[in-house]
């Protein structure tokens, strides 16, 4: 291989290699605020583009304290899985531990109620009422309705 060649294939990759790091930033600053709109999709089902101005302020407001309550969650879960992993198991530990898990939901279900009664007011009944439907992700199978779903049947004896 030629030295003209080899620089060649450096330029090249150097230039591909630029274009998606590129693409990746702009992708995700196009994206909007992560944050947002996993609250939005785990609280309220919905993407926040689809949400009133003011649902979306109050989204906003409450961000820090529920990325705090997320952050906060997941460390306490971390410290049952290292505790898990330790060889012999410290049921005194692990007790201490489970309760600051539940201590950590409850705050963050707390937080994401006190949301929904900012959010839920002005949102017609329907709207609300579709909160509470369940929510289908990509690649969930479809459930056939209540009255085409076969009566299971009673054992033979």
């Given at each position: 291989m030629t030295k003209r060649k080899g620089l060649l294939i450096a330029l090249?990759?150097?230039?591909?290699?630029?274009?998606?790091?590129?693409?990746?930033?702009?992708?995700?600053?196009?994206?909007?605020?992560?944050?947002?709109?996993s609250m939005s999709r785990h609280i309220l089902k919905r993407p926040p583009e689809t949400l009133s101005e003011q649902a979306r302020e109050v989204l906003k407001a409450e961000r820090g304290a529920m990325r705090k309550a997320y952050r906060n969650l997941r460390e306490k879960r971390r410290g049952v899985a290292a505790l898990l992993s330790e060889q012999p198991l410290d049921t005194v530990a692990l007790a201490a531990a489970?309760?600051?898990?539940?201590?950590?939901?409850?705050?963050?279900?707390?937080l994401s109620h006190e949301v929904l009664l900012q959010v839920l007011p002005p949102m017609p009944p329907e709207e609300r009422l579709a909160m509470l439907r369940p929510h289908k992700r990509k690649g969930d199978r479809a459930c056939p309705p209540k009255e085409h779903r076969t009566p299971p049947q009673p054992p033979v004896q």
């Open positions: 090249v990759s150097s230039l591909v290699i630029n274009a998606l790091l590129i693409g990746s930033w702009v992708g995700h600053r196009l994206h909007g605020d992560p944050i947002m709109h489970l309760a600051e898990v539940r201590e950590a939901d409850v705050a963050l279900k707390r």
